[in-house]
């Protein structure tokens, strides 16, 4: 009896199956980064590059939040500060505190936070406004919750505190208790960007497989054939590659048993059109933009429509009272270093169209009810 018998051979032959990569877009770093420390910021700008109509949102609440106009008591305090903001070198290569605050509020919508600077000249007063990289500046806790200090990172990561803190213009939105940076308006939409673009990236694939229609030749020789089956399938193959490669239409025409099958033919492309719209969903109600604004031709009615654009217009009015505490900082150091100490009004521009004529309306309810009350009391 041996105990160590030998196994036979029965032509068969093993089979082992190897992890794939199925998310092969792009942008499949998204899958893998998180939204912790150094990452969150390259998470975010990596969704804005991936899904255009993430970036398009983005755009859109900027441009929508309007503009703004200075009010002052004195005309000649009016004067000199409307010339300030509107001439004020921006990042070297514009001026005007509209294009400052355009990019300022879309880093804040983007990372949750916004770092600006307030750069003096040589006379001392105010000489342009700078838009910093969240990468080259770090925002910690000092002795206490309430003692915030700015500090400069340079390439190697050595800190270095800012000279001059009172010049710094610093904004969050919607920070966590207990924490100093804000939370981007980006904030969950990594898993549902990343099952976007695994959809995007597999149609495109499906597409090139089954759209770009590839064929199959087979040529099965006979038996007097045998000896010239090699020469013959590479005749095929030469004549069947011009055919293909031709720009006129030609014929193939062959001697034997060939057989042509176009390949992906009989597959079908799955919908991709209810999951993605459930993703745009999911977007769109994060980003609080109402789809209409984004292209996205979904059905509705003109009573939903109309209370979207009221949805819009309050989160555009929480992020106007934002950029309120950084204009009066630009405009109050301004005035002190030219000796003013007059205060000012911010009056933003009205949003659109419909406000316009919704505030008309109210008036003209207001003085109708106010004459009625009048005819009242005269009674």
């Known amino acids: 009896m041996s105990w160590f018998k030998k196994k036979r051979h029965d032509g068969g032959f093993a089979v082992q199956t190897a992890p794939c990569d199925y998310s092969r877009h792009p942008f499949g770093d998204i899958g893998a980064l998180s939204v912790v420390g150094s990452c969150e910021k390259q998470l975010y700008r990596t969704l804005r590059e991936s899904i255009p109509i ?28 409307e010339g300030f903001l509107k001439n004020v070198n921006v990042n070297g290569i514009s001026k005007g505190i509209d294009s400052f605050i355009a990019e300022y509020l879309e880093q804040l919508l983007t990372y949750g936070t916004a770092v ?10 105010i000489a342009a406004l700078y838009n910093s990289c969240l990468d080259d500046v770090e925002i910690e806790c000092g002795n206490s919750p309430l003692d915030i200090r700015i500090s400069a990172v340079n390439a190697f990561g050595e800190k270095t505190a800012v000279s001059y803190p009172e010049l710094i213009l610093c904004s969050v939105i919607m920070p966590e208790p207990g924490k100093i940076y804000g939370t981007s308006v980006l904030k969950g939409l990594p898993f549902v960007s990343d099952i976007f673009l695994k959809i995007m990236n597999a149609l495109g694939t499906n597409w090139e497989r089954v759209g770009n229609v590839r064929f199959a030749v087979t040529y099965k020789p006979t038996e007097a054939d045998r000896s010239f089956t090699k020469e013959r399938a590479m005749q095929i193959a030469s004549e069947w590659s011009k055919a293909m490669k031709s720009r006129e239409p030609k014929d193939f025409v062959s001697v034997g048993d060939v057989s042509i099958k176009a390949i992906g033919a009989d597959n079908q492309i799955p919908d991709s059109a209810v999951p993605l719209r459930h993703i745009l969903e999911q977007i769109t109600a994060k980003l609080s933009i109402p ?24 989160e555009l009015e929480y992020y106007r009272r934002i950029l309120d505490g950084t204009v009066r900082k630009i405009g109050g150091t301004f005035l002190r270093l030219n000796g003013l100490d007059d205060d000012f009004e911010i009056v933003w521009d009205n949003i659109n169209l419909q406000d316009e004529v919704e505030l008309a309306k109210a008036r003209l309810y207001n003085a109708q009810a106010e004459e009625i009350e009048i005819r009242n009391k005269k009674g």
């Open 116 to 125: 600006g600077e307030m750069v003096l000249g040589q006379d001392g007063n």
């Open 54 to 81: 993430i970036d398009a949102a983005i755009y859109k609440i900027v441009r929508l939040v309007g503009g703004f106009r200075i009010s002052c008591r004195n005309e000649n305090t009016q004067r000199i500060l």
């Open 291 to 314: 789809p209409f604004l984004l292209g996205l031709s979904w059905s509705t009615t003109e009573r939903m429509s109309s209370q979207q654009a009221d949805m819009l217009t309050s």
